[in-house]
Nanobody
C-alpha cells in the first residue's frame, strides 16, 4: 500500500483546511486509516482514525469538535476536515494505514504517507 497526502498549507487562526490521503493497493475491509501530526521538536501524535466502513472513529481530545475524519465511498481516500484552526495545530500531518482494529499508537501503523505541512498563523 502506498499513501499520498495532500491539502496542507497556510491558514489563519479560525480558518479551515482539508487534508486528503489517497491509498493505492490493498484497502481491505479490515483497514483503518489515521492521521498523525508532528510539530517541530515534538513526537508524532495521534490526531484521528477511521475504520473501513466508518463505524469506528476516534479523535484526540485536542481536536475533538473541530476536526472531522471521513473516508470516500470507495474507501481508498481518507479526509481530515480541519475547522477553527489554532496556531497549536501547526505541524506536519501524516496519514497512516493499518490492517486491524482502530488504534491510536503510531507504532501499530505499518504504512505511512509523506507529510503535508499545515501552518496556522495567529
Amino acid at each position: 500500500v502506498q499513501l499520498q497526502a495532500s491539502g496542507g498549507g497556510l491558514a489563519q487562526a479560525g480558518g479551515s483546511l482539508r487534508l486528503s490521503c489517497v491509498a493505492s493497493g490493498r484497502t481491505s475491509t479490515d483497514s483503518t486509516m489515521a492521521w498523525f501530526r508532528q510539530a517541530p521538536g515534538k513526537e508524532r501524535d495521534f490526531v484521528a482514525a477511521i475504520t473501513y466502513y466508518g463505524g469506528g472513529i476516534y479523535y484526540a481530545d485536542s481536536v475533538k469538535g473541530r476536526f472531522t475524519i471521513s473516508r470516500s465511498n470507495a474507501k481508498t481516500t481518507a479526509y481530515l476536515q480541519m475547522n477553527d484552526l489554532k496556531p497549536e495545530d501547526t505541524a506536519v500531518y501524516f496519514c497512516a494505514l493499518r490492517y486491524g482494529s482502530l488504534q491510536t499508537e503510531r507504532s501499530l501503523y505499518g504504512y505511512w504517507g509523506q507529510g503535508t505541512q499545515v501552518t496556522v498563523s495567529s
